[in-house]
């Protein structure tokens, strides 16, 4: 199999795993928002050192320029930070609207930044993507703005920009090793604590809490990254930003599946479009 396409499989593999992440976020209870951050990704460095430790050496693993350092871990914490303020300081609904801009951004920005070849196909897919999106987040509901809100919406839009542009630039460090992922996640940890320790009670899990937290450092919290690491770097863009519109609809899901939510008719018509939206994408030309 050729290195871009199981980089890209390595992806949309990713993009599974962040579906996830909403369900166990809602089977997490109380645990605050930076607590559950923190906790989750210290648990997703402590098994990365594991692996690196038994991969021939902890500090060879880490060892990385100091560009692709501060590159990750400004957008594992930013990325998080912004949209947990984003959800604070605007209705969820539409923050989680604008925060899914970020896989447009990612087709958007591939074109002009990494030199990827966008087709209108592409485009068209990402939208029909992003109307699923809207209809799975809002539930065919009008959307209404308050003034008040914009800072919330502000720092949802901060969220997309800071992810999709993580994804495009970390094209340029295609060479460093994607185990090296594991230093942002446990500095991601720290900064997670700091914040937490700052802005929220501390809140002691219980056993079934401790469960999820260990289920999200193992997956969406740890694998994804790593495997998302390896699809920005050397797999599609433009296909992984385009399908990144599976995660918003699958998510909705799981939450059914786990009595969270409850059927509607936009989950149909989502799905329908998403649908289209990824054939767009992936046919190939008539030769």
Known sequence: MP??????L????????????????????????????ALSFGVAGLLGLVVLHRRGGIVAGLRQPRAAFALATTALFGYHALYFIALKHAPPVEANLVNYLWPLLIVLLAGLVAGERVLVRHLAGTLL???GAVLVVTRGRQIAVDAAD?????????????????????????????????GPCLVTAVLGGIAHLLFEPTVP??????????????????????????????????????????????????LLLAGYAEPHWTHGAAVALLLLGAWLATRQRPS
């Open 129 to 131: 993507g992003l109307a």
């Open 150 to 182: 914009l800072p919330g919406y502000a720092a949802a839009l901060g969220a997309a920009l800071a992810w999709s542009t993580y994804s495009v630039l970390n094209r340029r460090h295609a060479g460093v090793p994607s185990a090296s992922i594991v």
């Open 3 to 8: 290195d871009r396409t199981r980089a890209t």
């Open 205 to 254: 899990p219980s056993a079934a809490q401790w469960g999820v937290v260990l289920a999200m450092g193992l997956g969406p919290v740890g694998a994804a990254f790593w495997l998302w690491d390896a699809g920005t770097k050397r797999g599609d863009l433009v296909l992984l930003g385009t399908l990144s519109y599976a995660a918003p609809l699958l998510s909705t899901a799981w």
């Open 10 to 37: 390595g992806g949309l593999a990713a993009i599974l795993l962040w579906s996830l992440l909403a369900l166990m976020t809602a089977s997490s209870g109380s645990l605050p928002p930076f607590q559950l951050l």
